[in-house]
């Protein structure tokens, strides 16, 4: 697999707690996403980044924030995570018109 | 924005016949159009992808058509195996600069190939 990293793979939260997902590259790709699926929705964009400090909202951004400080890193950030944001998390990298390479997701349940 | 429409939602198919997967979007100026795999409990993986300025494409035993006119795009897997089961993904990408770097994706379509 591409070189994209997820961490955590696993995080079990309670509601109302802050919680922080990281996605890293070794590609030194400008562009990366944040995507979440649930059963039924597909892959929902949260919010996507095209280059260093560049980031926009994506469908669902509601209740997300994100920080890209330097090209390898991205991080999504839920301020006060409530159970609707329980999920499978995956972010991805490449150009949109290109292949995207997703990471291998990870898995929130927010109690 | 942008909207893409995927059909069906499920399919099931005997091994060895053909599954088409349908799907349709909403802005005329979207020019690339990529398909994706997942495998249970896997990451989604492009398997074909297809652009504006081409009507068909195809890769072994998949394929890909596009009519722009209508909207419109399709999957084509033909002599179906069992490890063609997985979930598949439509996505359409609307060219035009700015900050317009996304896919946007349809909901998805499970592929049950049975042997």
């Known amino acids: 697999d591409a070189g994209i990293t997820q961490s955590p793979r696993h995080k079990v939260t309670e509601t109302g707690t802050p919680v922080t997902l990281r996605c890293h590259q070794t590609?030194?790709?400008?562009?990366m996403y944040w995507y979440r699926q649930d059963p039924g929705h597909g892959l929902r964009l949260i919010h996507y980044?095209?280059?260093?400090?560049?980031?926009d909202k994506g469908e669902v951004s509601d209740g997300y924030s994100v920080s890209r400080s330097k090209t390898e890193d991205f991080l999504l950030t839920l301020e006060s995570a409530t159970s609707s944001q329980t999920s499978v998390y995956f972010c991805?990298?490449?150009?949109?018109?290109?292949?995207?390479?997703f990471g291998p997701g990870t898995r929130l349940l927010v109690l | 924005g942008e909207n893409v429409e995927q059909h069906p939602s499920t399919l099931s198919v005997q091994e060895g016949d053909s599954a088409v997967i349908k799907c349709t979007y909403s802005?005329?100026?979207?020019?690339?159009f990529p398909w994706y795999k997942q495998e249970l409990g896997k990451r989604p993986q492009l398997i074909i992808d297809?652009?504006?300025?081409?009507g068909e494409k195809k890769d072994q035993r998949i394929a890909v058509t596009l009519n722009k006119t209508a909207k419109h795009f399709s999957l084509h897997i033909t002599e179906t195996q069992p490890e063609d089961s997985a979930v598949y993904f439509c996505?359409?990408?609307?060219?035009?600069?700015?900050?317009?770097?996304?896919?946007?994706f349809g909901k998805g379509t499970l592929l049950t190939v049975n042997p």
């Open positions: 991805a990298m490449g150009h949109p018109e290109e292949t995207q390479y």
């Open positions: 590609e030194n790709h400008r562009y």
């Open positions: 980044s095209y280059g260093v400090k560049d980031t």
């Open positions: 802005d005329s100026a979207s020019n690339y």
């Open positions: 297809i652009r504006s300025n081409v």
């Open positions: 996505a359409s990408h609307t060219g035009g600069g700015g900050s317009n770097y996304k896919l946007t």
